[in-house]
Nanobody, 128 residues
Framework: QVQFVESGGGLVQPGGSLTLSCAAS????????TGWFRQAPGKEREGVSC????????YYLDSLKGRFTISRDNAKNTVSLQMNDLKPEDSGVYYC?????????????????????WGQGTQVTVSS
């Protein structure tokens, strides 16, 4: 059974850092695009970052201004999201997702509708 598990969330002060990790079972993350999304209470789910198959391309939400970095660790079958200089508006539940087949080399998108498989999410709270 395909399963994604996010970890690394928590409570952090403004300006702090967190690294989220997405681990998959019965599924090879590197075969397809992987995305990170977040959802704050009362708001729609939004794409934060994505990485294409084999990691050749990465994309970020414009407002992040270089604070977040997405990466793959194929040996561990994980995708991580390093988040620096966190702000209260970064708070929400963070989800990882995979596009699944078909294979689309070199591209990925930030629309949730492009992703078929989702984890349960991990809470990130940025507050003093």
């Amino acid at each position: 059974q395909v399963q994604f598990v996010e970890s690394g969330g928590g409570l952090v002060q403004p300006g702090g850092s967190l690294t989220l990790s997405c681990a998959a079972s019965e599924f090879t993350l590197d075969y397809y695009a992987t995305g990170w999304f977040r959802q704050a209470p009362g708001k729609e789910r939004e794409g934060v970052s994505c990485i294409s198959r084999r990691g050749s391309s990465t994309y970020y939400l414009d407002s992040l201004k270089g604070r977040f970095t997405i990466s793959r660790d194929n040996a561990k079958n994980t995708v991580s999201l390093q988040m620096n200089d966190l702000k209260p508006e970064d708070s929400g539940v963070y989800y990882c997702a995979s596009s699944g087949p078909p294979v689309l080399p070199g591209i990925c998108g930030l629309s949730p509708y492009e992703y078929k498989y989702w984890g349960q999410g991990t809470q990130v709270t940025v507050s003093s």
